[in-house]
């Protein structure tokens, strides 16, 4: 049986009571190693940067800067740093700009530990992962019902949510990435979704891929 990549993760939240607990948790699995942990927004960017981490755990609010500034700060440093929002805040316009800041995923303070971790490896192997607790937060409000997504569309959402990027998938595909692009732009629309993550997400919860 192949050895489980070990997963080295960053904890960025302003209570120490809540890193301490983290860091308990994830001592649980012996796969994962936390490799740093930031009081605050400035901080997380500042360890982001020299540790390079495989994932950095997220809050929202912080003082001073706060989880969205920082996750867009460690996404302009570090473009391939992969960031799990962690927060105590379900609010659809949250989880919006905390997704469309850079973030991979997003999951609630409150899911169980099972939950966290397999947050965390998705978002280690490149994968998108919201809380299932989130998903009806992600559509509310967002009109009526969607368009059936083609074969196509569905095919390419399906390797967006497997980490892929246009290039791979238009490679896998033996298509342009141009082509790619514009069947993207098509998705979003008929899910009325403002990001690729967005929209996987919606396709998730809708059973529209696996």
Same mark, same amino acid.
């Given at each position: 049986?192949?050895?489980?990549?070990?997963?080295?993760?960053?904890?960025?939240?302003?209570?120490?009571?809540?890193?301490?607990?983290?860091?308990?948790?994830?001592?649980?699995?012996?796969?994962?190693?936390?490799?740093?942990?930031? /009081?605050?927004?400035?901080? @997380?960017?500042?360890? &982001?940067?020299?540790?390079?981490? %495989? $994932?950095?755990?997220?809050?929202? #609010?912080?003082?001073?800067?706060?989880?969205?500034?920082?996750?867009?700060?460690?996404?302009?440093?570090?473009?391939?740093?992969?960031?799990?929002?962690?927060?105590?805040?379900?609010?659809?316009?949250?989880?919006?700009?905390?997704?469309?800041?850079?973030?991979?995923?997003?999951?609630?303070?409150?899911?169980?530990?099972?939950?966290?971790?397999?947050?965390?490896?998705?978002?280690?192997?490149?994968?998108?992962?919201?809380? /299932?607790?989130?998903?009806? @937060?992600?559509?509310? &409000?967002?009109?009526?019902?969607? %368009? $059936?997504?083609?074969?196509?569309? #569905?095919?390419?959402?399906?390797?967006?949510?497997?980490?892929?990027?246009?290039?791979?998938?238009?490679?896998?595909?033996?298509?342009?990435?141009?082509?790619?692009?514009?069947?993207?732009?098509?998705?979003?629309?008929?899910?009325?979704?403002?990001?690729?993550?967005?929209?996987?997400?919606?396709?998730?919860?809708?059973?529209?891929?696996?």
């Amino acid at each position: 049986m192949a050895e489980t990549p070990e997963i080295t993760v960053l904890l960025a939240d302003d209570h120490e009571v809540v890193r301490e607990g983290l860091r308990l948790a994830l001592l649980r699995s012996p796969h994962i190693r936390v490799v740093g942990e930031a /009081p605050d927004g400035e901080t @997380a960017v500042s360890l &982001a940067e020299r540790r390079l981490p %495989d $994932v950095i755990v997220m809050d929202l #609010r912080m003082p001073g800067m706060d989880g969205i500034e920082a996750t867009e700060e460690i996404m302009r440093r570090v473009p391939d740093a992969k960031v799990l929002i962690f927060t105590a805040y379900s609010e659809r316009a949250l989880l919006q700009r905390g997704l469309e800041s850079g973030a991979r995923g997003y999951i609630l303070k409150e899911a169980p530990h099972e939950t966290l971790l397999r947050a965390i490896e998705k978002v280690a192997a490149g994968e998108t992962f919201v809380d /299932p607790a989130l998903m009806s @937060a992600l559509t509310q &409000a967002r009109g009526g019902g969607t %368009d $059936v997504l083609t074969a196509r569309e #569905r095919e390419i959402l399906q390797l967006l949510a497997d980490g892929m990027s246009n290039a791979d998938a238009a490679a896998q595909l033996f298509i342009s990435q141009e082509t790619v692009k514009s069947h993207v732009r098509h998705i979003l629309t008929k899910l009325e979704a403002d990001t690729r993550t967005q929209a996987v997400a919606i396709a998730l919860r809708d059973a529209m891929i696996d």
